[in-house]
Structure formats: structure tokens, C-alpha cells
């Protein structure tokens, strides 16, 4: 786990608070991303970052607030969150966004709850 | 929409054991990709087949594809207790090849 890691690797918050999850990777990569993983559904892509720009934004609420300073880190700033947004939280990189290969290295992912 | 769906949803096999999972998608793809994912943790990249691969192998890992038939399957050799995970596969979109489209997975346990 030492290619992606995010901090915290859980998190308790209530609706009212502001709290951010970090994402670093020390693999090189250009491109970052961030999924949601809720029980019993899938992997959902919410964000996606190249060399710092967002290129994606998958209809992600706007109470969730990406920010990519460099490329070896990547930031998911949450407030005012509800209860269903509750849910595992994995940021991946890879190396570009564009070629034949895509493999995507994921971290250990943030378990937030939101009370 | 573009989706990969695992079958079955959960298997349960002795160790030493052969697992097959397999994975349906309903668009033109790039590549196939199938990961691991522990509980609660991370997913972990096991193998990449490209659209104009219908074979692939890595350890006790054998993929297929099937572009025909828009599926793929994952062969898990002489399973140990340690594969005891969820596996998903995974299909990027031809025109967008970052966006990966993940199915709902198969949860795998392998009794020891």
C-alpha cells in the first residue's frame, strides 16, 4: 500500500461538519481519481484529475469538492454531507489517462460515516 | 448504460479448488481489467486483457475474452484461503479509455 495512500482511514463526521480526505501517491502517475464504493452497489467514478486539471466530473454533488494542487496529491473536501453519502472513499492513479494500458493502482480507501 | 456484471454474485469453494468468475459488459471496449479487493480495503490490479486478446495468464490467474460474446471469465488455479476476497472486472469505454466501469463483483470464499 505504500503506492497510494489516504489518510484518514476513517472518518466520523455529522452533517453540519467540513472535514477533507488526502490522497497521495509516490508512483510518478499523472492522472488521479476518486471512486465511491457503497454497500451493495458499484464502484462509482466521481472525479478524475490529469496532470492537475479535472477532466471529469461525474455528476458528483457539489457538497463534494475535489482539489489536485500537484500531481502527487489529491484532496476530497466534504461539507455539509448526508447520511447516504456514507461510503468507502478510494482515490487510484495511473500513469496517463490516455494508451492501451489504464491499470489504475488504488489506495486502502477512507470509511466515512456521516451521523 | 456500459456495465460490467459479474456472475456468480458469491461463490464458495474448497482450498485447492479451481474458482471461475465470469464478467458481461454490453459496448465495445479497449481492454478488460479484473481486481481484488479485501474487505473494507483497497482494490488491487490482477490482470489486463487488451480487446484483441482472447487469452491471458499470470500465476494461477487465467483470463479469457470473448468480444462476441462481450464477456470475459477469471480462472483462479489451486485456490488457497488467502483469495478469499471480492473480484471485480472492469471495462473502459473505446472513446474514453480512463473511465473505467466497474461491475458489482463476486465474493469469493475459499474454505480451508
Known amino acids: 500500500e505504500t503506492g497510494v495512500t489516504q489518510t484518514p482511514r476513517h472518518l466520523v463526521m455529522g452533517m453540519t461538519n467540513k472535514k477533507s480526505l488526502k490522497c497521495e501517491q509516490h508512483?510518478?502517475?499523472?492522472?488521479m481519481y476518486w471512486y465511491k464504493q457503497s454497500a451493495k452497489k458499484p464502484l462509482e467514478l466521481m472525479f478524475v484529475?490529469?496532470?492537475?486539471?479535472?477532466?471529469e466530473n461525474n455528476s458528483v454533488p457539489s457538497r463534494f469538492s475535489p482539489e489536485c494542487p500537484n500531481s502527487s496529491h489529491l484532496f476530497l473536501h466534504l461539507h455539509t454531507l448526508q447520511p447516504e453519502d456514507s461510503a468507502l472513499y478510494l482515490c487510484a492513479s495511473s500513469q496517463d489517462l490516455a494508451g492501451p494500458y489504464n491499470e489504475q493502482f488504488f489506495g486502502p480507501g477512507t470509511r466515512l460515516t456521516v451521523l | 448504460s456500459q456495465q460490467g456484471e459479474e456472475d456468480p454474485q458469491a461463490l464458495s469453494i474448497q482450498e485447492g479448488e479451481n474458482a471461475t468468475m465470469n464478467c458481461s459488459y454490453k459496448t465495445s471496449i479497449n481492454n478488460l481489467q479484473w481486481y481484488r479487493q479485501n474487505s473494507g480495503r483497497g482494490l488491487v490490479h490482477l490482470i489486463l486483457i487488451r480487446s484483441n486478446e482472447r487469452e491471458k495468464h499470470s500465476g494461477r490467474l487465467r483470463v479469457t475474452l470473448d468480444t462476441s460474446k462481450k464477456s470475459s471469465s477469471l480462472l483462479i488455479t489451486a485456490s488457497r484461503a488467502a483469495d478469499t476476497a471480492s473480484y471485480f472486472c472492469a471495462t473502459d469505454a473505446t472513446d474514453s479509455s480512463y473511465k473505467l466501469i466497474f461491475g458489482s463483483g463476486t465474493r469469493l470464499l475459499v474454505r480451508p
Open positions: 484529475y490529469s496532470l492537475e486539471e479535472r477532466v
Open positions: 508512483l510518478g502517475h499523472n492522472a
